[in-house]
Structures are given as C-alpha cells and as structure tokens.
C-alpha cells in the first residue's frame, strides 16, 4: 500500500511538471541564507569586547568653554611684510550639551563682558553651534562659527605712537568671520572608541588606539573695511590690501592617529590629524575682483582627560585647530583654540 502511495505522488509530480525535490533544496538554499543574513546583522550589533554601552539613551552635560580665536597673516615671500594678528574679544561661554541616542547637539552663550574689557580689546559678538552624530567608528558633525569685531593684537610696529592706556588696543569691528560645514571622521579599530573619549556615551575598558581619516566641506567668509592691513604693510600685500569680502570654500582630506590610556574609569586621549586639500577663491578689494583656486592646509589636535563613570561623567578638553586660506604672496591662518570643562550624568 506504501509503495503504491509513493508511486502515485511520483507520477503527479511527473505530470503536473513540478520539481519536489528541486524546490525543497531552493527552499532550503533560502533560508540557510536569511538565516546568515540575521547572524551578520547581530554580529555587527554586538558590541566589541573592549566597549561597553550604557542602557541609558538621554545625556545632559554643562559645560564652561574658554575660547581663544586668532586670525594671522604672514607674507609668503621671504624676507617680505611683517606678520600682524586679529583677536576677538571673547571673555568665556557656558554651554549645554544634549544627547539622545546617538545624536548629540552643543550650543554655547557668550559670557558679558565688562566695560572695562570692552574698551580695552573691543565687542565681539558671535555664535558657535555645533550639531554631532557620534558613533563608534563614525563622526558626523555639523558646525557654524560666526565673529565680528577683533582687535590688533601686535599693533607696536604700526602705530608707534598709539596710547594702550588710554584707548586700549586698535580696534576693527567691522571685521567678521563665518565658518560653516560637513565634517566627517573614520575610525578603523573597533576597540577604541572617539565616543567613549571625548561624548562619554560609552566607556572604553582598556587602552587602544586608532588610525583616523577625515574628510570636511567648508565655506569660510572675511568681511573687513579697508583698514584690514596694517599701515606701512598695504604694497607688500597688495592682494590683500583694502579687502572688502571674500568667500573661500574647501575640500579637506586629513589622517592621523589617536588612542586612548585607561585606568579603571579615568582616561586620556590625545588625537593628531593633519592634511590638505583644494580652495575655491573668490574675493574683492576696493578696485578689483579675484578668483583662484589654491591648497590650504588643515591639524588638529585634542587632548581629554576625563572620569566615565555608570551615572556621572566628566572631563576636560583641550583642542587647537588651524586651516589656511593662501592668496598668492599672503597666507591667512585661522586658529581656533578652546579649553573645556563639562560634567553630566545619565538618565
């Protein structure tokens, strides 16, 4: 009776043309491959032995920043125009950061300034903004710096006469700068953790380190009244002399190495990354127009030390970062240098 049951299955599988054995194997052949598919997909969910995460989602950290911004200009041509630096006068923020999940967002007040601050290095006004999505081996970071008014820092082989007392240093507050752009970084070991060190939204459990790569967009843009170079200094800059505005947008491409020593729930990191890449010039003086194309250089390099622990965390931040804007015989290097204080805890 078997047999003959089995002989019957078989010959309606020939008529009606249907491979029963064929179509288990594809069956099977499917879902052996969902089933990898899900292994890879929690494989790479899993955390690596050295991170560990914390449950908690939601992060609040003040923070005090003491900022210090510069713009130098040096003449490219050897032996050629004296350096001369602008300052803003920037007393210190206090700022906020919020994280939730994996996307943090900073913002900053500017501190007031004393009367007597102001008449001694001027009124800077402006706005510093800062939008992160910190992974573990990927950065996303947002960022809008906006300065107007600065000082002359080194003003003594210019105005030789200039009383300091009395009218403090010379003063350009018609001079602006704006910052905006994509930064984007790489992280190529997956036991060290760019988050763990600088957001603490996790905490790295042994000492590792990393090669890093980075890639940033970036508009920059100078205002200035005619004044902008130094007396004595406008014929050997003479592309820079009585500058109006200009717009200066880059293509950076930078690497370097960072790692990061831990003791029980004390760490330090230091980060170094260094590169180049391509500007786009654009720019007017009072009687004429440019444009050019050029190679600005980009470093930076952080340093934190910091307590991660389950509920509260804090650490301190030290980080300087220049890039360059060349305009054929001058060279204009924007610093941007802060220290950083902040403590949270975790909800």
């Known amino acids: ?192 953790s760019m988050n763990a060190a600088f957001a603490q939204g996790e905490r790295q459990k042994k000492g590792a380190g990393s090669f890093l790569m980075g890639w940033s967009e970036r508009w920059q843009y100078i205002e200035a009244d005619t004044s902008f170079v130094p007396p004595t200094q406008g014929d050997l800059y003479p592309n820079l002399d009585k500058l109006k505005f200009g717009n200066f947008i880059s293509t950076l491409i930078y690497v370097g190495y960072g790692y990061q020593f831990v003791i029980k729930k004390v760490h330090f990191t230091p980060v170094l990354l260094a590169g180049t890449g391509f500007q786009i010039q654009s720019y007017e003086q009072t009687d004429k127009q440019h444009f050019w194309i050029n190679m600005p250089t980009y470093a930076t390099l952080k340093c934190q030390l910091g307590y991660n622990g389950d509920h509260f965390f804090a650490n301190l931040v030290y980080a300087t970062e220049f890039n360059s804007i060349p305009i054929k015989e001058s060279r204009i290097r924007l610093y941007h240098n802060w220290l950083e204080f902040g403590m949270g805890l975790r909800f």
């Open 1 to 192: 009776m078997l047999r003959s049951l089995t002989y019957l299955i078989l010959l309606l599988a020939l008529m009606s043309n249907v491979p029963v054995f064929s179509q288990t194997k594809k069956e099977q052949a499917k879902l052996e491959k969902q089933r990898k598919k899900e292994e890879k997909r929690k494989k790479k969910k899993e955390l690596p032995e050295n991170i560990e995460a914390f449950p908690k989602n939601f992060l609040i950290r003040p923070r005090f920043v003491y900022p210090e911004v510069s713009l130098n200009v040096s003449n490219r041509m050897f032996g050629k125009g004296e350096k001369f630096k602008y300052k803003p006068a920037m007393p210190g923020v206090v700022g906020l950061s919020v994280k939730i999940k994996k996307v943090y967002v900073s913002a900053a007040i500017q501190l007031p300034a004393s009367e007597q601050l102001k008449k001694k290095y001027g009124d800077t006004k402006f706005r510093n903004i800062n939008i992160n999505i910190q992974g573990r081996t990927v950065l996303w970071s947002l960022f809008y710096r906006d300065y107007k008014g600065f000082y002359l820092k080194d003003y003594e082989n210019y105005y030789p006469n200039w009383n300091k007392d009395s009218l403090g240093y010379p003063k350009s507050p018609g001079l602006r700068i704006i910052e905006g752009g994509l930064n984007m970084g790489f992280n190529f070991n997956k036991n060290f």
